[in-house]
């Protein structure tokens, strides 16, 4: 067979591709990579952070940062356009028309002072594709082919009035709206929950299919590249270790992550482990708890519209346990923690500390509970001050909190950070210069230097891949041993959850759905937006059947009547009643697991 035959099969063929820095010394970021990607085909690159997935695409379109360049001898031949050799003018051309990308951030990519329906129509011009009305039509029509609703008035909008799984859309609209051979997604909905996931890349796939795109798929998530892709490319340090069809792959990978992760779960079987039904005595308890915001008025809208962030929640956490807080972004976790800390005013109901009811206004007591309540936040980049060292940070949250002045001080800041797994000479370097692991543990010691009852952890691991994910969720899991700690688990990542929790509560709109011990609602959920989050959680096989539910709605757009999650539902004896009871918590079964739904269809036990 000729080489022109060969290369007319392959959409992008990418040869000998390395990249490496320009300063201070040439190091290699990638070595002397070579894939091809036939028509029409998917495939996936995965690897932890720092493998240089991301560097690929950027390679691969041109646009890498200062400081990297590719190496002699690279060549990216897309179709029979050799792209190492254009300039770029030409460079410039290609990208959009017949290869183009999805960022990972979407609002880094786009532009935010031009609206939403302008950023598309400004590609179709720059190609000469269409202008005027036929670029605004094209646009309405690809903002609705991406599931934007109401896309005419979308795009009259600005990126940062459009919800994130809207962005992602737009991200992908933008991408697809020239109708590129080639398509590169770099982690596309990595910061989305698992139900905005799923759809967006159903829709991926639908796009894909229907317009005969190839598709290159970057992620650190194997179960997200296993579903969607025929092949994986598995890249360690620069270099491909591994490239063959996605079931193998994933089935041989999975087999080496649980044998490494089994001695870690195996404590879940201990009789010391709680057995996920309601304390007797709660560290915490909320109480008809309710935290409702204003949202400042629009044009000739009323004024000071309510949101409802948390709503009603009843819940307590005891001394020792886990209990999970599950829900899509949006539904309240959040706010509901930080109420059970202090740290937002409730509009109604009570939060009791060990009996005490909570007074934000009492200083006195606020300090002290500080001490006993502490908070893990999800970004721990941004919460610890980057021009201080490590050590600093730690020894100023053992002072503050009056536990070792001076000399002790810095002592006790090398216990901290061993505690978590972090070599005492650390504590010398700066936040900027560590990990996002690295700086996930220098937040939880923090948290720790108190010595806590209760460590609240919001999406602890959400922007970790999963290599670095099970070692933090372990070193949880002994802290919470060792100390005796009680740990609330924020998180719409339902793996995570079962990881560490023995309780589990259900949120949606700002109240608990359902409730219960891990196994009742993670294994045999009840409530039908339970099942929802449940089947759009990634398993690494391709799916049989789509996950249909739709989008959490906005803030202003919940059904002022009826059960909050009647539009979205898809249980089939849902009928009118739904849209006009509110559904409360009951009991499911008799007895003191405390399993409890929300839900009008689901079916009670039979009275005594």
Not at 8 to 34: F, K, W
Not at 485 to 503: E, F, N, T, Y
Not at 547 to 575: M, N, Q, S, W, Y
């Amino acid at each position: 067979m000729s080489g022109s035959a060969v290369r007319q099969r392959e959409a992008l063929a990418v040869r000998s591709l390395g990249v490496e820095t320009t300063e201070p010394a040439p190091r290699r970021v990638l070595d002397e990579l070579s894939f091809t990607l036939a028509p029409g085909s998917s495939v996936g690159i995965v690897g932890r952070s720092g493998a240089g997935k991301s560097t690929i695409g950027n390679a691969i379109l041109g646009l890498l940062p200062r400081g990297l360049r590719r190496t002699p001898g690279s060549r990216i031949l897309l179709g029979d356009t050799e792209l190492t050799t254009l300039d770029v003018e030409a460079m410039r051309d290609v990208r959009g028309r017949r290869i183009a990308m999805v960022f990972q951030e979407p609002l880094s990519a786009l532009d935010p002072a031009m609206r939403v329906g302008r950023q598309l129509t400004a590609a179709l011009e720059a190609h000469g594709m269409a202008s005027g009305a036929e670029a605004t039509e094209r646009a309405i029509a690809m903002l609705d082919r991406v599931g934007i609703r109401d896309a005419a008035r979308s795009a009259r909008r600005f990126p940062h009035e459009l919800s994130g799984g809207q962005r992602q859309r737009m991200l992908l609209a933008l991408a697809l709206m020239l109708e590129p051979d080639v398509l590169i997604a770099d982690e596309p909905t990595t910061a989305l929950d698992v139900t905005l996931q799923v759809q967006l890349l159903d829709l991926l796939d639908t796009l894909r299919r229907d317009l005969g795109t190839t598709l290159l798929l970057i992620s650190h998530d194997l179960a997200v590249v296993g579903e969607r892709c025929e092949r994986v490319l598995v890249l360690e340090n620069g270099r491909l270790a591994d490239d063959g069809p996605a079931e193998r792959i994933v089935a041989e990978r999975a087999a080496r992550a649980s044998g490494a992760a089994a001695v870690a779960r195996a404590r879940a079987v201990r009789p010391s482990e709680p057995d996920g039904t309601p304390p007797d005595v709660p560290l915490v308890a909320t109480d008809a708890l309710a935290v409702h915001y204003r949202t400042p008025p629009r044009l000739f809208q009323r004024p000071e519209v309510p949101v409802h962030a948390v709503d009603g929640v009843s819940l307590a956490i005891g001394r020792g346990e886990c209990v999970g807080l599950v829900g899509e972004s949006g539904c309240g976790k959040s706010t509901l923690a930080r109420a059970m800390l202090g740290l937002e005013m409730p509009t109604a109901g009570s939060v009791t500390v060990l009996g005490r009811r909570l007074d934000v206004h009492d200083r006195v007591m606020m300090r002290a509970l500080r001490r006993r309540l502490q908070l893990v936040p999800q970004d721990a980049g941004a919460s610890l001050t980057p021009q201080r060292t490590v050590r600093s940070l730690l020894v100023e949250a053992l002072e503050v909190h009056g536990h070792t002045p001076g000399a002790q001080a810095q002592r006790r800041a090398e216990q901290l950070l061993q505690e978590v797994g972090l070599d005492p000479a650390l504590g010398a370097r700066r936040p900027t210069a560590l990990s996002s692991g690295e700086r996930q543990r220098v937040a939880i010691a923090r948290a720790l230097a108190p010595q806590p009852d209760l460590l609240v952890c919001d999406e602890p691991v959400a922007n970790l891949d999963a290599a670095a994910r099970e070692p933090l969720l372990a070193m949880l899991d002994r802290l919470r041993d060792e100390r005796g700690l009680a740990l609330v688990l924020i998180s719409h990542d339902l793996g995570v959850v079962r990881r560490l929790a023995s309780r589990v509560a259900v949120m949606y709109l700002g109240r608990i759905v359902e409730q219960g011990n891990a196994a009742q609602v993670l294994d045999a959920p009840r409530m039908p937006y339970t099942q929802l989050l449940r089947a759009a959680v990634p398993t690494g096989r391709p799916r049989q059947t789509p996950v249909r539910g739709g989008e959490i709605p906005a803030p202003l757009a919940v059904p002022a009547r009826g059960c909050p999650f009647h539009p979205r539902c898809t249980h089939p004896l849902k009928d009118e009643g739904c849209r006009s009871e509110r559904p409360e918590l009951r009991a499911l079964s008799a007895g003191p697991d405390g399993h409890t739904v929300a839900c009008l269809k689901v079916s009670l036990p039979p009275s005594p």
